[in-house]
């Protein structure tokens, strides 16, 4: 009798427990989803507070192709590892081709090669093509640029030969200014989920690692006759992208300097009335990184990249070296001394060109944006709504990786702390993150170069069922930069 009154109090105290665990993990989920209700709606409300006019006209250069987009566990089946996954500047052989994408998937990290070889592009192609999951839509990333720029509202005029078919699919709003051609370039996106295996390794997070045979981009033929239709548009902002088709593309003798020659003539006759933004990319050709930093970067007021494209040219301008990854999920503060650290080695290095005056770093956990607001030596462009422009690029982040509009938080996580500081060095504040005041934004007066600066640092609604990446760079950047000018 004893020991049944003890078991059946022992049952009933297990229950108990047992039902306020699952009572107190639903009301965290409940606290959780709360919370992300009022980050969308705090985002949503600052994103909707400024529409873009009408009558704003941006144009963009260079370069459209045929995307195809295909899960890369299809593409690399059943296959052995590589002995040594290590990073190939150009792929020749299957073997570099496999040891160069299992280094980027174990890292999490974007990139992009130039396969040189057209036989083994070809063949990949194909099997890509065998998968049941392949598909193809416009792809090159002043396309992907132009897109988005129209699909917000702008006029836009893209600097791009393209077949009628690729055409077809771009937004109304959008007018090509190159040539129609007959057969479009492919550029192959081999995608992966956060937490994908391959072989023994495991993917940090979802990205894509993507490989060209493209011979027509990087000459810039499209350049032709942009000029001219430039004079009569008359945008107000000038962006440049794709330029890192000519990353390691073996050029004949002379060609890598007139299809530069024809890159920076282009920007030079841009009136000092239109704004021009330079949207980075993967660079891993060293002498190439160092002119476009000696002769693109001092033409350009606005520069976007991703936190591996920042790490990559703070390392070139620090130590004269490439860096081929970092950290796929890097704090905010490093972020932000990072871009501040760029800023400074830009500082003064355009003389007779355009002095930087905003950079726009995109990750996967948060955006952040830096204005100049006073700078002390120069006349600066004056970009607008950085606040709003944060949280616009932080909802097209997911509306882009979730494929789409309108935001589902049963789909989104957050990835951001609790509360960030603004640097890893002295004079550090700690930035509480505000579920109702999603975007934090603030003024500080750089070291050194003594410029007044504004930060504007938004939290991402990480996608948690992601439909695609590639192209994400370009979305999210265009979607900053149209209610700045
Ligand atoms: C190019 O790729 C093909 C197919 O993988 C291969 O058979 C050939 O050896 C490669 N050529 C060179 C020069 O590496
Ligand atoms: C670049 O050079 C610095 C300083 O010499 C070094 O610490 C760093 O590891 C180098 N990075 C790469 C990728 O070689
Ligand atoms: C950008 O995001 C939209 C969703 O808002 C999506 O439909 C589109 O595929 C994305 N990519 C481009 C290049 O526009």
Redesign the pocket.
């Known amino acids: 009798m004893a020991v049944g009154k003890v078991s059946w109090f022992l049952l009933s105290g297990a229950c108990l427990v047992l039902v306020v665990a699952l009572w107190m993990n639903r009301s965290d989920e409940n606290q959780t989803q709360h919370r992300l209700q009022l980050i969308l709606q705090g985002l949503l409300k600052t994103e909707t507070e400024l529409q873009v006019e009408p009558s704003l006209k941006i144009a963009v250069g260079f370069g459209a192709c045929l995307d195809v987009i295909v899960p890369s566990r299809h593409v690399f089946r059943n296959l052995k590892a590589p002995e040594r996954p290590r990073n190939h500047d150009v792929l020749n052989t299957h073997d570099e081709l496999l040891e160069t994408f299992t280094y980027y998937f174990k890292h999490g990290a974007a990139a992009e090669r130039f396969v040189a070889n057209a036989t083994l592009f070809r063949e990949v192609l194909q099997q890509a093509k065998s998968s049941s999951e392949w598909r193809s839509t416009l792809g090159g990333n002043a396309a992907?640029l132009a897109?988005?720029f129209a699909?917000e509202g702008a006029q836009v005029l893209l600097g791009s030969h393209m077949s009628a078919d690729l055409k077809e699919s771009l937004p109304e709003g959008v007018t090509v200014a190159g040539p129609e051609i007959d057969e479009d370039d492919y550029h192959m996106l081999l995608e992966y989920a956060a937490g994908e295996k391959f072989i023994q390794y495991k993917a940090p997070r979802a990205n894509r690692f993507i490989i060209h045979n493209d011979h027509v981009n990087p000459r810039f033929r499209s350049i032709e006759g942009f000029d001219d239709k430039m004079k009569n548009f008359q945008p107000s902002l000038f962006v440049l992208g794709g330029v890192h088709v000519m990353d390691n593309f073996p050029y004949r003798e002379g060609q890598l300097d007139s299809s530069m020659n024809r890159l920076l003539t282009v920007l030079q006759e841009i009136p000092t009335s239109t704004a021009i933004h330079f949207e980075m990319g993967s660079f891993v050709d060293h002498d190439l990184l160092k002119r476009i930093v000696r002769q693109v970067l001092p033409l350009s007021q606005s520069l976007g990249m991703n936190e591996q494209e920042l790490a990559n040219l703070n390392s070139l301008l620090k130590y004269d070296n490439i860096s081929y990854v970092s950290d796929s999920y890097p704090r905010v503060a490093t972020v932000l001394d990072q871009t501040r650290e760029l800023f400074q080695s830009l500082y003064d290095s355009a003389p007779n060109g355009r002095p930087l005056s905003r950079i726009h770093i995109h990750t996967l956990a948060f955006q952040a944006i830096l204005r100049v607001v006073r700078d002390p030596k120069h006349s600066v462009f004056e970009w607008m709504n950085t606040r709003a422009s944060a949280a616009k690029s932080a909802l097209?982040a997911h509306?882009?990786t979730c494929?789409s509009?309108d935001i589902d938080i049963n789909r989104a996580k957050i990835i951001m702390d609790d509360s960030f500081t603004t640097t890893n060095g002295p004079n550090r504040q700690r930035i509480p993150f505000d579920p109702d005041e999603p975007v934090r934004c603030w003024n500080e007066v750089l070291q050194g170069t003594k410029v007044e600066v504004e930060f504007c640092v938004a939290p991402v609604l990480v996608c948690t069922k992601v439909l695609q990446t590639g192209?994400g760079g370009?979305?999210v950047s265009a979607a900053g930069l149209v209610l700045q000018v």
Do not use: F, P, S, V
Request: charged share 25%; aromatic share 0%; hydrophobic share 15%.
């Open positions: 992907l897109t988005r699909l097209t509306r882009h494929g509009h192209g370009d979305n």
